[in-house]
């Protein structure tokens, strides 16, 4: 059983309640949508077949127990369930960053979810799939990219339904779109409002070259 593998490689995850910890990142080739801001744009179709056990002695290169699987969208390959459960049979702590557009409850339940929702800025806010907010778990994280007022009104309405839908409480991170929109204002937007989110910052590209890949 093998998957379409765009790179592997080993980094700080900077976009999870995990950000600041060293991880493995596994980035899939392919994906459904084409988000305005994308900075992944060269796993659209680029990679290599690896079998799942290639994947395993890659990881073991590392030592690291957090893996993220990410893409593209991970969820287009109907293999990655089969990885998923690989790795956390193996003992490893994954993460699975989605766009939401697919089932999420083809995913094992002890893997940590990340929902990226799309706002109306990227282009593909039709593509959400909202059933997946009755997928989620306590454990599970949905994320808003922002990178306008209209994108924040938007978030805080799917914000609101989550948690009329959701039966666990997932963690919620507002993130401003990189170079889109200043810190300050989407901070002083989330205060004014008193929501219970995480202001949240892609943590790698501030570290790193935003452009630079494998980070």
Known sequence: MSLKINEIFYSIQGESTY?????????????????????TQYAYDAGEEMYIADVLDRMS????RLVEITGGEPLLQEETPELVRHLLNN?????LETNGSRDLSIVDERCIKIMDIKCPSSGEKDSNDLENL??????????FVIAD??????????????????????AVHFS????KIDLKELAGWI?????????????????????EKGI
């Open 19 to 39: 950000a600041g910890r060293p991880c493995v990142f596994v980035r899939l080739s392919g994906c459904n949508l084409r988000c305005s801001y994308c900075d």
């Open 61 to 64: 290169e590392y030592n690291c």
């Open 91 to 95: 003992g490893y702590k994954v993460l």
């Open 134 to 143: 009755k997928r989620l778990g306590d454990n599970d994280e949905l994320k």
């Open 149 to 170: 007022r209209a994108d924040y009104e938007y978030a805080k309405k799917i914000l609101d339904l989550s948690r009329s839908l959701s039966p666990g409480s997932p």
């Open 176 to 179: 401003p779109c990189f170079g």
């Open 191 to 211: 205060l004014k409002d008193a929501l219970d989110v995480r202001l949240h910052i892609q943590l790698h590209k501030y570290i790193w070259d935003p452009h």
